[in-house]
């Protein structure tokens, strides 16, 4: 930790040009030094430029920004789950403002900024449903995008496509998985994804399928997915894996969107 201190950011604030502005979180201003600048801070609820009064609207964050002048930007709206996505949306407003832009030019900024394809990718949102894509294949992931289609849509039922990827991490990780899909409401497990690896022995889908103590499950092929699509229709439905489940995203949302 100390040595990234160091060699990381400690060397990159040595780079900032004379007379230039270093962003850095309000609780770690005291442990990086810009001898030729000077430095902002920025963070949730403290900082030069802080967000305050956040809350969650359905499928955004809305906050309040105070700049350092003072004044007060009232209802940005950030399309994006995590709470440390609005500390990074603070950094890049605040960098913004410094560098001449209008507050009207940041909000519609943040507001259509749609983030990294394949992370709480948002794919279709309206009254009936929402399609989220996400490249999750680690437990840890899993947990974050569950959670966050939580804490983004409390009100609706969350289900959620996942699709193994490799064998060994399946293997592997077989409890952990179970573990994070049983938060969700449905789980459907596709085949796993083999990419570079050989098939094993004993070793499938049906190894986290069985772990799954509370949500309600079901195991199918890419093909039945398709088939029972029309009973997914009411609520979330978060597309998850790093295998080829990405080609079914845009079937899947086509479909949604134009039931007949």
């Known amino acids: 930790h100390g040595k990234?201190?160091?060699?990381?950011?400690?060397?990159?604030?040595?780079?900032?040009?004379?007379?230039?502005?270093?962003l850095v979180r309000f609780?770690?201003?005291?442990?990086?030094?810009?001898?030729?600048g000077h430095k902002l801070t920025f963070g949730l609820g403290a900082g030069d430029y802080n967000a305050h009064n956040l809350r969650v609207?359905?499928?955004?964050?809305?906050?309040d920004l105070r700049t350092t002048s003072g004044t007060v930007i009232e209802g940005l709206r950030l399309?994006?789950?995590?709470?440390?996505?609005?500390?990074?949306?603070?950094?890049?407003?605040?960098?913004?403002?410094?560098?001449?832009?209008?507050?009207?030019?940041?909000?519609?900024?943040?507001?259509?900024?749609?983030?990294i394809s394949r992370r709480f990718d948002i794919r279709l949102h309206n009254q009936t449903?929402?399609?989220?894509?996400?490249?999750a294949h680690h437990p840890?992931?899993?947990?974050?995008?569950?959670?966050?289609?939580?804490?983004?849509?409390?009100?609706?039922?969350?289900?959620g496509v996942f699709q193994p990827h490799l064998f060994s991490r399946t293997r592997d990780f077989a409890d952990g998985f179970a573990q994070a899909l049983d938060e969700l409401d449905e789980v459907i497990l596709l085949p796993i994804y083999p990419a570079r690896e050989l098939p094993m022995t004993g070793v499938d889908s049906r190894l986290i399928f069985n772990k799954i103590d509370r949500a309600k499950k079901r195991l199918l092929e890419k093909e039945g997915l398709m088939q029972v699509?029309?009973?997914?229709?009411?609520?979330?439905?978060?597309?998850?894996?790093?295998?080829?489940?990405?080609?079914?995203?845009?079937p899947i949302v086509n479909q949604l969107k134009n039931p007949n």
Do not use: C, W
């Open 4 to 22: 990234m201190l160091d060699s990381g950011f400690r060397a990159y604030a040595k780079q900032i040009r004379d007379g230039g502005t270093l």
């Open 27 to 36: 609780d770690l201003a005291d442990q990086v030094q810009v001898p030729q």
């Open 57 to 63: 609207a359905e499928g955004a964050f809305e906050f």
């Open 79 to 115: 399309p994006l789950p995590g709470r440390h996505n609005v500390e990074n949306a603070t950094a890049a407003a605040a960098a913004a403002l410094e560098l001449g832009a209008s507050a009207e030019s940041v909000k519609k900024g943040l507001a259509e900024f749609s983030g």
């Open 129 to 135: 449903t929402v399609v989220v894509d996400d490249y």
């Open 140 to 159: 840890t992931e899993l947990q974050a995008t569950i959670s966050a289609a939580r804490e983004f849509y409390p009100k609706r039922t969350i289900r």
């Open 229 to 250: 699509l029309p009973q997914l229709r009411e609520g979330v439905l978060l597309l998850m894996g790093a295998g080829d489940i990405d080609a079914l995203v845009e």
